[in-house]
């Protein structure tokens, strides 16, 4: 399974150089909350210059090192947003694309031969479809991991392919790239291990008795052997929704109508086709940049806005704002149709109803009971009149 | 005895009795078996002996609505298929009594009969 790997460093600092020019050549750090209440913050990107810093460090630590950094809350739905175009764009080279995260994509090249002849015209072709301001890292080699590896190590507008010579270009790099857990590299660094040439000479057993399951993991992946699947993406249908408000609001009541007023658009789109909600995410931006998201989904699909709505309605309560939100929208991430009901063979009680009510009328018209039904008294008597009765049909 | 508090017919008050017996005319034998039954048709006077006409006004039938003509029609009972009696509620100040006729006229009509053997009257009913 030949796979190219397509690495976009520094994705979401360079997504908003790109929204915002004005920040490029100034050291930035890309901040993500921690929490819901948005009070702990981590660095979820940087400017390439700020050498140290890594994914997931905590905003203190990262300021401790450069204090003279401009600051920037990311704004996850616009990067993401970013990225699936950029998705759309590499599937139009292969069918099969996965984005296994922000920055970082899998394509699958095998069957495509007869297209590309050489890898040199793949790549021209790849390298056009994905613009040059996220300077696109790209590497070509028989599974995921190795391909991660040698895009990531790839020169600046060029393409390292592995092909035989995994093995030496793997043995030089430092174990600190595995995908493992933290624990798992803590304990390959105290062992002393700090190449993956070392952990793929070891002998599988002793691995796997020191690190479980994981140890045998650890071993191919350092031998450049990863066989895990490729995941495409499914072709899915995707609503997306969204509105700035006239004014910074904290009222459950205020978002709620405008989101109401993002469904209703929604629901004009889906009625004609009879479809529903089953997921949608909702997400808000405060006036502090902060984020938040949350995800619904529908035992049942919501076929109107006041079923959503009141589902919305207890999302809210159970997850506050970070703070006064000046932006809102959703993304319906799931269609459905409406589950069958089975419905009464006899009649409707709706058309009972309106027979009693005008049962009802008609008894209050004449002043006593005019319909009656058939009741059962005493079935068993031998006294024919003591049998049945009539009882007034309204039960009244 | 006991008073008949008629909690065990009618219960609840807002029941309405229905298959009450109806009074008949009837015409017996020597050994007391009916022989002819007088009953009170509506229409008009086809039977043998249309001899009394009244009308029946309804009890609250609205002015518009016409009055019911009934005729007296005799009818003669061509056989006895069927016999019974029943005793009941003895033991009440009203007890219960009757002698039941399943009888046949000569229209090829059936009909249920009975008489009260307590009062003597006859009455039909269905059974």
Redesign the interface.
Known sequence: MRILGVLLPHFAWRCEIWRRPEIAGRSAIVLQSKDAGGSSKLVLDYSPELEGLQRGLPLQQALSRYGEVELIQADIPHYWSVFDDLLDSLELKSPLVEGAELGCAYVGLDGLQSIYPDDGILIKEVREVISKNFDPRLGIAGGKFPAYLAALYSPPGGCRILTSDVGDFLSGLSCEVLPVSLKSRNKLRNFGLRTLGQVAALPPGPLQSQFGPEGRKIRELAAGFDDTPLYPRLTREVIEESAVLSSITVSLEALLVNWEALLSRVFMKLAPRGMGLRSLALWTRSWKSEYWEQSLRFKEPAMDIRSTISRIKLLLEGFPQPGPVERLGLKITGLGRRHGHQRSLFSEVRAQDHLMDDIKQLETRMGG?QI?R??E??PWS???????????ASGG | MVQNSGKTLCPDTRLRRINLPEPVSVEESASGLPTSISTLEKGGSRGIFPLVKDLVAQAGTPVSTPPVIKTAVKQVIISIEDRWRIDDEWWRSEPVSRLYYAVLFAAGKRLVIYKDLISGQWYKQMY
């Open positions: 009971p009656f058939i009741k008294v005493e031998r006294i024919p009149e003591r049998r049945y009765a009539l009882t007034p």
